[in-house]
């Protein structure tokens, strides 16, 4: 299996300051010689959650999450951990190095990488036609009528898709990618796809999805380009005016946000994102300086596009279009994004205008003035049912509560849930009681949740605790219990595994960056516990505490002395003196156990 290589890793964890990543997803304020912030892996009213630059870690005291810069990457942004470090790699502009295995994960990496650079080669050709050939005259002039300059579209990198069924493909295969690669990319349709629309082609045949069409790349937040949504130019043709590509290896359109890559720091600035129905509407107010807009592919919101949201704002504010299609397209968005935590906002475009046509028509101060005046979506819904009349009879006070009732009970918070509630009872002059049956009963996560994963604790013992906290900050201590036959790490009992990692590592441990490749080998219970020890706090003579024969090495032996001498005590056969023997001995393995735990609280 390919793996990222050990110096790629460490060279990642130097290059990326905890601080500065953590800081760019949400505030953090200084306590002394750490920061601090509300854990953004569970719900609290007071800030728990530390960052240690010296340290390059973090843990929250709240709810035990803790680790490196890449665990927290991992868990903020819901990735394994090669994506992590490949998302800190590109931050940092550090190139990341495989090292080569076989298998199947590995063919699995070398397609992603093929189709990266099909599709990058295939969005390269689209945009020089667009800049370039005679046949894309109708996509420039589209564009001008649009206002979108020469300048923007290469910035966005748009194209045209020509009419020909096999320009594409030819160009592809002439830069060495297989019939097999290209149809996989999603560009290319076979003959049965075609049946319809290509009647009479030979079976076998590929041909290009997009065909006449002004072409937008659709990028990930990497800005990789992974899929393409073409705009048909002819007004008369009976096809779909927009067409995506399909669901690849690369591509999900459940996943994706359009223009994410642009404005991820706008986004985060702002805490707030402008949700727009289509690409030009993106481009459009992106261009004329709002920059946190974003589209989803397609008019409604999923529940993995909502997530990917939520990492970067905590209010959205949707500028669908004022049709009926745009008011739909509110209702299938809310679910998926109040399920997330996040305000949601509408604004009212005026009737017959996008943010595009608004934009180009009256400048972009009309758009902000009207994005600063977006109500919260449950103010709008019952303004709109007051508007209609549907409020002014009984029937029309059980549709709105029974169109908002589900909007309500997706709401995870559980303040912010019945608080709206009351609000809506009190407009809509109903008693709680009888709105409530229209809220579904929701179960909510735990206090202790991340990122919808238990914080995994690992049992470890006290003394084989103080032991890897000496491992870890002493370099002569860690060598001399390596080198310790008996009792071995294993036979330590709880947390002993953990310690024979930290002692078989042959990284030097007290470097920040070389203790964040170690803790990626890590499962995410030994990390939490190293980020729970005190490894800013120095011990004196720290190899002669771990060398006296009283501490942690001798706990198992006590214990273990301890429970053969009460297992004894149960036999019905023993002697007066015998009893009195092993009741002795626990009583000795007893103290000797809690003298050891009264010096291991010195340590």
């Keep these: 299996m390919a793996r990222i290589s050990e110096e790629t890793i460490q060279r990642v964890a130097e290059a990326n300051d905890i601080v500065e990543v953590s800081s760019s997803y949400f505030p953090l304020k200084r306590a002394g010689s750490s920061w601090r912030a509300l854990c953004p892996f569970h719900r609290e009213k007071t800030p728990s959650f530390h960052v240690n630059p010296q340290r390059q870690s973090y843990h929250c005291f709240g709810c035990g999450a803790g680790g490196t810069v890449f665990r927290f990457v991992m868990e903020y942004e819901h990735v394994d951990f090669p994506s992590a470090v490949r998302r800190l790699a590109q931050r940092a502009g550090v190139p990341v190095i495989e090292e080569a295995g076989s298998g199947p994960d590995d063919r699995t990496v070398l397609l992603r990488k093929r189709l990266l650079a099909l599709h990058a080669e295939a969005a390269s050709w689209f945009h020089e036609n667009l800049l370039k050939s005679p046949n894309a005259e109708t996509a420039r002039t589209y564009l001008q009528s649009r206002k979108i300059s020469a300048e923007t579209a290469r910035s966005w990198l748009l194209g045209y898709a020509p009419e020909s069924r096999n320009s594409l493909l030819?160009?592809?295969?002439?830069?060495?990618?297989?019939?097999?690669?290209?149809?996989?990319?999603?560009?290319?349709?076979?003959?049965?796809?075609?049946?319809?629309?290509?009647?009479?082609?030979?079976?076998?045949?590929?041909?290009?999805?997009?065909?006449?069409?002004?072409?937008?790349?659709?990028?990930?937040?990497?800005?990789?380009?992974?899929?393409?949504?073409?705009?048909?130019?002819?007004?008369?043709?009976?096809?779909?005016?927009?067409?995506?590509?399909?669901?690849?290896?690369?591509?999900?359109?459940?996943?994706?946000?359009?223009?994410?890559?642009?404005?991820?720091?706008?986004?985060?600035?702002?805490?707030?994102?402008?949700?727009?129905?289509?690409?030009?509407?993106?481009?459009?107010?992106?261009?004329?300086?709002?920059?946190?807009?974003?589209?989803?592919?397609?008019?409604?919101?999923?529940?993995?596009?909502?997530?990917?949201?939520?990492?970067?704002?905590?209010?959205?504010?949707?500028?669908?279009?004022?049709?009926?299609?745009?008011?739909?397209?509110?209702?299938?968005?809310?679910?998926?994004?109040?399920?997330?935590?996040?305000?949601?906002?509408?604004?009212?475009?005026?009737?017959?205008?996008?943010?595009?046509?608004?934009?180009?028509?009256?400048?972009?101060?009309?758009?902000?003035?009207?994005?600063?005046?977006?109500?919260?979506?449950?103010?709008?819904?019952?303004?709109?049912?007051?508007?209609?009349?549907?409020?002014?009879?009984?029937?029309?006070?059980?549709?709105?509560?029974?169109?908002?009732?589900?909007?309500?009970?997706?709401?995870?918070?559980?303040?912010?849930?019945?608080?709206?509630?009351?609000?809506?009872?009190?407009?809509?002059?109903?008693?709680?009681a009888a709105f409530a049956p229209h809220v579904k009963a929701a179960t909510h996560e735990s206090e202790t949740v991340t990122m919808g994963r238990e914080i995994q604790r690992l049992p470890i013992q006290e003394g084989v605790r103080q032991l890897c906290r000496l491992s870890l900050i002493d370099p002569d201590t860690k060598a001399w219990l390596a080198k310790q036959n008996s009792p071995r790490p294993h036979e330590l009992g709880e947390g002993g595994d953990l310690l024979g990692k930290i002692l078989e590592s042959s990284l030097a441990l007290q470097q920040p960056s070389a203790q964040a490749a170690f803790m990626a080998t890590l499962t995410a219970a030994e990390e939490v516990a190293i980020s729970e020890l005190d490894l800013d706090r120095p011990q004196e003579n720290s190899l002669l505490v771990a060398q006296d024969p009283g501490f942690a090495l001798a706990a198992p032996r006590y214990k273990q002395q301890r429970s053969a001498a009460a297992a004894q005590l149960h036999k019905h056969d023993l002697t007066s003196s015998e009893r009195t023997r092993l009741q002795t001995r626990v009583a000795e393995a007893t103290k000797q156990i809690l003298d050891l735990q009264s010096r291991l609280n010195d340590v």
């Design 170 to 432: 030819d160009h592809l295969r002439g830069q060495q990618f297989s019939s097999e690669e290209i149809t996989q990319s999603g560009l290319a349709l076979a003959r049965e796809e075609e049946r319809e629309s290509e009647a009479g082609v030979s079976a076998g045949r590929l041909f290009s999805r997009f065909r006449g069409r002004l072409m937008f790349p659709i990028r990930n937040d990497y800005g990789e380009v992974i899929a393409f949504s073409g705009r048909v130019l002819d007004p008369a043709a009976k096809t779909a005016k927009y067409v995506n590509s399909p669901d690849t290896p690369l591509f999900n359109k459940g996943r994706v946000l359009y223009g994410l890559d642009k404005s991820k720091r706008a986004l985060i600035e702002a805490s707030t994102a402008i949700v727009c129905e289509g690409q030009i509407d993106v481009i459009s107010a992106f261009e004329a300086g709002i920059q946190n807009v974003i589209a989803p592919q397609g008019t409604a919101f999923t529940s993995e596009q909502a997530r990917l949201l939520r990492r970067f704002v905590e209010t959205v504010i949707l500028c669908f279009d004022s049709d009926q299609a745009g008011q739909k397209a509110i209702g299938r968005s809310l679910s998926a994004l109040l399920g997330c935590g996040l305000e949601v906002r509408v604004a009212s475009l005026p009737q017959g205008e996008d943010p595009d046509s608004l934009i180009r028509s009256k400048g972009v101060a009309p758009f902000r003035e009207l994005l600063s005046a977006a109500p919260r979506f449950f103010d709008y819904a019952l303004e709109h049912f007051a508007q209609n009349g549907s409020l002014d009879n009984p029937a029309g006070t059980l549709r709105a509560a029974r169109k908002l009732g589900p909007y309500v009970a997706a709401m995870t918070d559980t303040v912010l849930r019945e608080s709206t509630a009351r609000m809506i009872c009190v407009r809509l002059r109903i008693t709680e």
